[in-house]
T-cell receptor, first 115, second 116 residues
């Protein structure tokens, strides 16, 4: 148990659906991250929030929409996804989002399948 | 160019064998941090170790040890007397102090299979 909880653990959706992924951290951290992990590819950073402010949007398509209502919660809203968006989506948090020394703690991920 | 290279895609060993996972990194920063994570089948990345660029002392934690060599830009990870529970994907990562946020560069990972 790392203190980062992601729900749901598995999600199957059609290309016309709208769904949301949720991440909650219980570590008192100020920064949260979304990563995408596809088969045989390095982890791809999608978004970074530091003190609820988005500090990085790594050229992610607009069909992915993040939301960070407070420093403990992070959402990823999904709409009109493509089959190539099927992947494991990982959430992470760290004490500070602006210092390279900080350890990132990860959740168990949401396994997304787009049909 | 990749900042972190894990050339070994997959390694298979028999229980009790020692195994070394290689990690080579690239950076122009003088201050940087190196990390190893373990990803078991359950999915979450589990933090194993963090090293800063000014500390080249090797570290040992139980069956795990890490060899940091700035001269070769490598940060290798050795598991001694491997066990089946060590089966997982292991990721090496680099974080540079000069960036404007806490950005990790991950390697592609090495899948370790430990057979009984």
């Amino acid at each position: 148990e790392t203190g980062v909880t992601q729900t749901p653990r598995h999600l199957v959706m059609g290309m016309t659906n709208k769904k949301s992924l949720k991440c909650e951290q219980h570590l008192g951290h100020n920064a949260m991250y979304w990563y995408k992990q596809s088969a045989k590819k390095p982890l791809e950073l999608m978004f970074v929030y530091s003190l609820e402010e988005r500090v990085e949007n790594n050229s992610v398509p607009s069909r992915f929409s993040p939301e960070c209502p407070n420093s403990s919660h992070l959402f990823l809203h999904l709409h009109t996804l493509q089959p190539e968006d099927s992947a494991l989506y990982l959430c992470a948090s760290s004490q500070d989002g602006k210092v390279g020394v900080n350890i990132q703690y990860f959740g168990a991920g949401t396994r997304l399948s787009v049909l | 160019a990749q900042k972190v290279t894990q050339a070994q895609t997959e390694i298979s060993v028999v229980e009790k064998e020692d195994v070394t996972l290689d990690c080579v990194y690239e950076t122009r920063d003088t201050t940087y941090y190196l990390f190893w994570y373990k990803q078991p089948p359950s999915g979450e990345l589990v933090f194993l170790i963090r090293r800063n660029s000014f500390d080249e002392q090797n570290e040992i934690s139980g069956r795990y040890s890490w060899n940091f060599q700035k001269s070769t830009s490598s940060f290798n990870f050795t598991i001694t007397a491997s066990q089946v529970v060590d089966s997982a994907v292991y990721f090496c990562a680099l974080s540079e102090a000069g960036y404007n946020f806490n950005k990790f560069y991950f390697g592609s990972g090495t899948k370790l299979n430990v057979k009984p």
